[in-house]
C-alpha cells in the first residue's frame, strides 16, 4: 500500500456509506406506505441488481471482456443450479471449469 | 436459535449452511487475492467486518491494486452496493421490536444471501428467521475465510489459476435462480444483464449495474393495473 491513510479513509468510506445504505432502506420503508405492486417492484428491482452482476462480474474484467474460462464456469454453475445441484457443487464446478479450461490454455 | 430451527424447514437451514460455506470458500480467495495484491494481513479482515460485502471489496482491492485512489475505489464500491437501499425498501421488517444494537446489527448484516433467501420464505418468521440466520452466518463465515486466505495467499501464488474469480458470480447467479420463476422476471433479469455488460466499457465500475434498473420498466408494461 502506498499511502495507509488515504487507503484507510478509503475503507471507513465504504463501510459507513454501505452501513448508510443498509440502514435507511429499512427506516424508509417504515415511514412511507408502499402499496403491495410497490413491493413486488422492488423485488423486481433487486433480482435485475443481482443479474446484472452476475454479468459483469462473470464476463467483464475492468472494461473489456473477460475471456472463455471464466464465463464458462459461470455458464456451468448456471446449469447445475437451474438444475437445483446443492450449492457448494454449483460453485466448486464453476471454480474448477475454469481452472481446468486456463490449464488448457483457454484464456 | 431454537425458535428458528423449529421456524426454518431443514431443507431452508441446508441450503443457508451451504451459502454460507460457499461465502467462506469465496473469503478465502478474496484474503489470497488481497495478500497478492499487496495489502496487509489486516486489510482483508478489517474490510471483511467492516464492508461485509464482497463484491466491492473485490473491487476496492482491485482499483487501489491497479493504483487507483482509494476514496475513488471507495465511490466505486459504494455505487455497487447501492443496491443495498431498495433491498431494504423491498423486505418487510426483519429486526423487530427491539433494543437499537438488535436494529443495527440486523443493518449490518444485510447481504445478497440473507435477502435472497428471506425473500425465499413465505411468511414473515420465516422470512426473519432466513435472514438472520444467513446474515449472521455470513458474518462469520466471510471473515474467518478472509483471514485463512490471506494467511495462505503467499502460498498459493496465481489465484486465477485455480478459477477463484468465476466463485463469485456463480454464486449470485444460484441465489437468483430460484426468484426466476416467470417468464416476467427471466425478461427483467436478461435484459438488465444486457444494459449492464454494453454500459461497462463505457462507464465507471459499479455504474453499470445501476443503469440495469432501467430493466425494471419492462415487469411494470406486463403487470395488471393494481
Known amino acids: 500500500m502506498k499511502d495507509p491513510a488515504l487507503v484507510v479513509a478509503g475503507l471507513l468510506t465504504l463501510s459507513a456509506g454501505t452501513f448508510a445504505f443498509r440502514f435507511c432502506g429499512p427506516v424508509l420503508r417504515q415511514r412511507i406506505a408502499f402499496p403491495p405492486w410497490a413491493g413486488k417492484l422492488l423485488e423486481a428491482a433487486a433480482v435485475v441488481l443481482l443479474a446484472a452482476l452476475v454479468a459483469t462480474t462473470g464476463l467483464t474484467k475492468g472494461h473489456g471482456f473477460a475471456g472463455f474460462a471464466r464465463p464458462a464456469g459461470v455458464l456451468i454453475g448456471g446449469i447445475l443450479a437451474w438444475r437445483k445441484a446443492p450449492f457448494l457443487v454449483v460453485v466448486l464446478a464453476a471454480a474448477v471449469t475454469t481452472a481446468v479450461l486456463r490449464l488448457l490454455g483457454v484464456p | ?226
Not at chain 2, 471483511?48 to 466491492?56: E, F, K, M, Q
Not at chain 2, 431498495?86 to 444471501?113: C, F, I, Q
Not at chain 2, 418468521?125 to 485463512?148: D, N
Not at chain 2, 465507471?204 to 415487469?219: D, I, Q, S, W
Request: aromatic share 8%.
Open chain 2, 1 to 226: 436459535m431454537g425458535s428458528i430451527y423449529r421456524t426454518l424447514s431443514g431443507g431452508a437451514l441446508r441450503d443457508i449452511a451451504l451459502a454460507c460455506l460457499a461465502v467462506w470458500f469465496i473469503g478465502l480467495s478474496y484474503g489470497a487475492i488481497a495478500v497478492a495484491s499487496g495489502f496487509p494481513l489486516w486489510f482483508p479482515a478489517a474490510q471483511s467486518v467492516l464492508v461485509l460485502a464482497g463484491a466491492s471489496e473485490f473491487l476496492f482491492i482491485g482499483i487501489v491494486a491497479a493504483g487507483g485512489n482509494p476514496l475513488a475505489a471507495a465511490a466505486a464500491g459504494l455505487l455497487v452496493n447501492a443496491r443495498h437501499l431498495p433491498y431494504g425498501l423491498a423486505l418487510p421488517d426483519m429486526t423487530g421490536p427491539g433494543r437499537p444494537w438488535r436494529r443495527l446489527l440486523g443493518s449490518h448484516v444485510m447481504n445478497d444471501e440473507s435477502v435472497v433467501f428471506a425473500l425465499a420464505q413465505e411468511d414473515l418468521p420465516r422470512k426473519r428467521a432466513a435472514y438472520w440466520t444467513c446474515g449472521l452466518g455470513v458474518l462469520l463465515c466471510w471473515p474467518a475465510g478472509a483471514v485463512l486466505g490471506a494467511l495462505i495467499g503467499s502460498v498459493i501464488g496465481n489465484t486465477s489459476a485455480f478459477g477463484l474469480d468465476a466463485m463469485f458470480p456463480a454464486v449470485i447467479l444460484a441465489l437468483i435462480v430460484p426468484a426466476l420463476r416467470d417468464r416476467v422476471m427471466v425478461r427483467a433479469a436478461v435484459t438488465g444483464a444486457v444494459i449492464a455488460l454494453a454500459a461497462t466499457p463505457f462507464l465507471p465500475a459499479g455504474l453499470p449495474e445501476l443503469l440495469a434498473l432501467l430493466a425494471v420498466l419492462t415487469t411494470i408494461r406486463r403487470r395488471p393495473t393494481p
